[in-house]
């Protein structure tokens, strides 16, 4: 990731970041989340993919620990549906996580919004993340 990126807002739990590629991006922190925090730091994504209006979001979860079932709740029943709505989200580029029980937590939420128009592609490597999600930016672009 460049160094000339915006911290868009920030917190315990992540940080949304204008990237200077032109899209968000969504960074997990390691450790116990507190859900007033989680909530707090996804409304600030969907102001910042709002703000951006090109619906691509790096999802950066390569230390994040594991949602909990009531994370995963608000996320499938609330932030998610409004995120698309609202925030115009279209495609998710998922640097996926180190910790397996996170990558099954993340799986269940997948799998729970699949009738949402998001496309999700999961990299190991960030720059493979980067060059998917520019060649999304593009496609929508010419649409």
Request: aromatic share 12%; proline share 4%; with cysteine.
């Amino acid at each position: 990731m460049s160094n000339n990126y915006h911290i868009y807002y920030e917190n315990p739990i992540g940080r949304a970041v204008e990237d200077p590629m032109g899209f968000a991006r969504l960074t997990y922190q390691p450790g116990l989340r507190s859900f007033d925090e989680f909530k707090d730091l996804l409304r600030h994504v969907m102001k910042l993919l709002i703000r951006q209006q090109d619906g691509c979001l790096l999802i950066d979860q390569r230390v994040m620990t594991p949602f909990t079932p009531e994370e995963q709740e608000y996320v499938i029943q609330q932030w998610l549906p409004r995120l698309v709505e609202e925030g115009g989200y279209r495609y998710g580029a998922v640097l996926v996580a180190q910790n397996v029980f996170a990558r099954l937590a993340t799986a269940t939420v997948i799998s729970a919004v699949r009738d949402l128009s998001i496309t999700y592609q999961y990299f190991e490597q960030e720059a493979e993340a980067i060059t998917w999600l520019m060649s999304q930016q593009r496609q929508a672009v010419r649409a």
